[in-house]
């Protein structure tokens, strides 16, 4: 993975991650002199630390400075940081670095992700924010002025709103910048980042990051760029590869799971029993069906969800039970598939503890396959040996098969995502050119009205306002005409390298010509608002 900033600037930012919990500045910076953090390379690409030599050293006798927080970006380490281009970041952990009990305390319900964008940005290097929180994982999609100080501010921000120290979050959270990050949500739209490759509920949940972040401010132009980019490469790669056939969601996966420990001669036999009838619990029904089940238990809130189900599926034997009879009815299944919103576990030690055993057919066990974050089975369950619980990450049993397979769709789908980020990086390029066409019109439009004044003055006070429109629609025309081939020089849509090339070039020229300034000056203007706003 080319890593999309130098390595001495992304090194620095893992350093001081791994010091962000604390504020002794001087004492953090004397631990990494003696062990320095060097970058290696996860299986997925993402910027993760091991312990090596020490070379890294700070004057220990230099006391922190007290000088305002926008004073520092201007004088420090850090000239560049005023210079430096806003950064698309994604910060996340997933099933493949994180344990299911620190993503159930990271998980952030839908109905809270506007709030959650508003939070990260009143941070205050933070621009756009986005959410993605599912069962495999939690991924905060921000537009940060600076990459350093906003990977700060996130971390602490999730620590905040989790309970979970920023050192626990650092060992496990992956950090990816720009070209990187943007890879990495294309591969998670289409499915080669999930636990089960291929599977389609990633893409319907990132389609509802974009319905929901709708007229959210925060969720900006970048942003949802992004995730609308994102939505066409999960599309395109499901249409022109075969990475759909035979992959599996995780409802789908769970099912396979319960099979595969059950008894074969107990399939047809075996009770089932769902609890909750929303999505997850629609996709494990049919997937029961399919599997040659005829006959289930489903508990819910309401009898609607079920009645819905049944009325669809007409040939199979569905019983509605209310949440009321939910512990008679785990006492009379053999195997237990929970995928409710639950914020706290249903089942506890205590609860099945005294539960009659599961029949012989099955081996007397009962098996609890919890598809929820959080939770909806306690940890402690799985001490009872009369219970089996598995939960998602135990899902990898599923994957590892057709292994080979699903490397070769996996490559087909890459060349589809490396054109596809092209394109989007391109588009991103492309829009540096805003700044520079709003500074040269409103350069132009102060020299015109000046010009205009000054005309005016000469002419008198008895022109009549014929004449006044006039001469103001030949100032406006003879400007508009001398500004049409430097902006069209300035457009480019990003689907040609070579032009883009040239107009970043165009409008770094413009920039020097006029002494425009226009990144650094937009960027400072941005910081300076953020820390106004603070009380």
């Not at 060097?38 to 007290?66: F, M, N, W, Y």
């Not at 509802?208 to 970048?222: E, H, P, S």
């Not at 390029?429 to 066409?437: F, Y």
């Amino acid at each position: 993975m080319a890593v999309s900033t130098s390595f001495s600037g992304v090194k620095l930012e893992a350093l001081l991650l791994k010091c962000a919990s604390s504020n002794a500045t001087t004492t953090h910076f004397s631990l990494l002199g003696r062990n320095r953090k060097t970058l290696v390379q996860t299986h997925r690409g993402a910027i993760r630390c091991e312990v090596s030599a020490s070379d890294v050293s700070v004057d220990p006798t230099k006391k922190p400075s007290t000088i305002s927080a926008l004073e520092q970006l201007k004088t420090s380490a850090a000239d560049r940081y005023t210079k430096e281009k806003s950064s698309i970041m994604v910060i996340g952990l997933s099933v493949h670095t994180t344990p299911v009990e620190m993503r159930e305390k990271l998980a952030i319900p839908e109905a809270e992700w506007p709030r959650a964008i508003a939070e990260l940005c009143s941070l205050n290097h933070i621009e756009e924010a986005a959410v993605l929180s599912t069962c495999n994982r939690m991924e905060i999609y921000v537009v940060a002025l600076s990459k350093h100080r906003g990977v700060k501010e996130v971390t602490e921000w999730m620590s905040k709103t989790s309970g979970i120290p920023v050192a626990d979050l650092c060992q496990h959270q992956f950090l990816l910048y720009n070209k990187d990050a943007t890879q990495h949500i294309f591969e998670v739209s289409a499915g080669l980042d999930s636990l089960v490759l291929g599977e389609g509920q990633i893409l319907a949940q990132v389609k509802q990051v974009v319905k929901v972040g709708q007229g959210v401010n925060g969720f900006g132009r970048n942003i949802s760029g992004l995730f609308k980019h994102a939505i066409t490469v999960g599309k395109r790669v499901r249409t022109e590869t075969n990475i759909a056939a035979g992959a599996v969601s995780v409802s789908s996966a769970a099912v396979e799971l319960a099979l595969m420990k059950l008894p074969e001669a107990s399939h047809a036999n075996a009770r089932m029993l769902i609890i909750g009838a929303g999505k997850m619990g629609k996709l494990v029904i049919k997937h029961l069906v399919a599997k040659g089940c005829t006959k289930m238990v489903v508990v819910n809130r309401s009898e609607e969800r079920v009645t819905a189900i049944r009325e669809e599926l007409k040939d199979v034997e569905i019983i509605y039970k209310p949440l009321s009879e939910m512990m008679t009815c785990i006492g009379e299944a053999d195997v237990a598939f929970t995928s409710t919103a639950s914020e706290n576990p249903l089942f506890l030690k205590d609860d099945v503890k005294d539960l009659p055993p599961a029949t012989d057919e099955v081996g007397g066990r009962r098996f609890f396959i919890d598809i929820s974050v959080p939770r909806n089975v306690g940890s402690c369950v799985s001490d009872l040996e009369s219970v089996r619980v598995f939960n998602v990450d135990d899902l990898k049993e599923v994957v590892a098969a057709n292994k080979e397979d699903r490397l070769r769709k996996a490559m087909e789908a890459q060349a589809i995502i490396s054109e596809e980020s092209k394109q989007f990086e391109a588009w991103r390029d492309s829009l540096e050119t805003v700044p520079t066409i709003k500074k040269l019109r409103a350069y132009a439009e102060r020299i015109r009205i000046a010009e205009l004044e000054k005309c005016l003055g000469k002419m008198g006070d008895d022109i009549n306002k014929k004449t006044q429109r006039a001469v103001d629609d030949l100032s406006r025309g003879i400007v508009n005409k001398m500004l049409h081939g430097p902006m069209q020089h300035l457009r480019c849509d990003g689907s040609d390298s070579r032009t883009l090339n040239e107009t970043l070039e165009n409008m770094h020229a413009l920039n020097r010509m006029f002494n425009l300034e226009t990144e650094v000056s937009v960027l400072e203007q941005k910081i300076r608002a953020k820390v106004e706003q603070k009380p």
